[in-house]
DNA sequence: TATGATTTATTCCTGATGGGAATGATCGGC
DNA sequence: GCCGATCATTCCCATCAGGAATAAATCATA
């Protein structure tokens, strides 16, 4: 038996002056009150009610429980009501990991967005490249690219993110320029250490799937960092679309290969498996999903 | 499922870093314990842990529950404390009916020590003649002279109350005094109307029972009232032993007929029927069977 | 005094449920 | 990759809460 409902019955007891008035107010048998109100008593010791079938009175030890089951019942109620009104409009804090580059060039209008529309939360953004163990951290919601490992994590694919293969004018010159796959071998190449073919591009084209074997002096898990290396001219590299793009569009960075087509990467966001998804974290994937055209392409 | 226990068990999960060690701590399964939080969640419609199988992380609503658990159980836990320490020792108010002139004749010594032992009770004494309904009037114990009439309370016998067949020799002056029962005819007799038998006079003696029909000017529903009638003169009158007993051993009334024996009344007190009946009326019962030689006769 | 109306206590029954054992799944460490 | 620890789930059973019916008590009224 629930004491927060026996408190709830005898406080109505209390204030009605009768069980079956009690009763009728919570929705429930007279003889259900009358248990309740026995229970209470036997978990107390003591009567807390003087009862003859027309008049109810209560004992001095019922007053004095009066006053504290009206405190437990406020306190109760209170706990339900500001979760509740706190959940109508999202609050709390929301962890949410997101890979570095990608978070600091495209994310940031949909996270200023987010932070605009949603005042009560706080945004606790980790930026890593790691996957990290989410619950582990208590972070609610992550974006990742990239063939997803197999795990427990619900996933929401968002789109995709278009990879080009870049070189500066600067490197690319007295070297052959390349016109198949092939050719990658006579290049230094920068690796992303983070994929798991590290040692090989794969391209596709109309005639098929081309197997690129690759090497070179460099391997970074950071694709600022690849970029960086592309523009010190350090070799060619792969570079996600918001590391290249800007860079091919004003002639710093050359696009290679532009017949063979790279893999796309998959963009997800992932969050752990639970019946009650927090709303702040619920809103920023609806916002994510509503504003994936803006970093991904479907 | 009781969600006072519910969030006890929450609480140690949260301090405790794990549903196990909170099983154990509180006596249960593990399995309880999952379920008691997985039922909190679902009262309040939010996760309260990001938890994996190794760590257990309250969520934001986790911190905010925590509080008002806190608060809850502390509530409730001092309701039991309070109740229970105060019934330790009797407190509250002890609301007691007692027959007025034998009360305030011959239950005070006992009232006095009642009052010095327990310091914690307010004593409500009700002086009153009537059988007042005690449930309805919140009178938890109440003393009653003469036979009982049937009903549904607790009665503990303490003893008899004498009774004496008394005049004051100013009115025995002139006139001639009764030998027998029967003689009474020739007299003003002073009737106690509570009693049932209003218009007769039962004696005992060793020739057998003698009813005395009895007439005279004057009813009264109170002891002390009769006894001032008598010592006014205007007749005779049975008098309980503590109206009689003083004025008998002084001289100033006549124990009249000391051969035929009036039967004694029957003294008991009476409570209602409870499961828990409360320390303070306990104890005062308790007291009143301790003492009753000092104002009744077994 | 008897009857009726109202209210609480009790009984009995049924459906719901809390608790534990066993099992499954996951995670972290070695 | 295996093992130990931990939480979730399933299944079963004993228990219990709730309601209908009934009993008991009280008060009002005829």
Redesign the pocket.
Known sequence: ??RI?CLRAFVR?LEGG????A?NEL?????????????LESEFGTQL?F??????RPTPEGHRIYDLARQILASFDQARVNIEENSLRPSGTLRVSVPSSFGRRYLMPVIAEYVRAYQGVRLDLRFSERFV?L??EGVELALRIGKLES??LVARRLGTVQRYLVATPDYLRGRALPRTPEDLDAHQCIIYSRLSSASEWIFDSEHGRHVASIDGPLLVDDADAMQEAVMQHLGIAILPEWCAVAGIRSGELQNLLPDFSIAALPLHAVYPETHWMSLRARSFLDLLIKRSGQFATS
């Open positions: 038996m629930d409902d007891c009768s069980f079956s008035v009763a929705g429930i048998g007279q003889p259900a009150v009358s248990k309740r109100i026995a229970l009610f009862r003859t079938t027309r008049k109810l163990n619950v582990e795990s427990t």
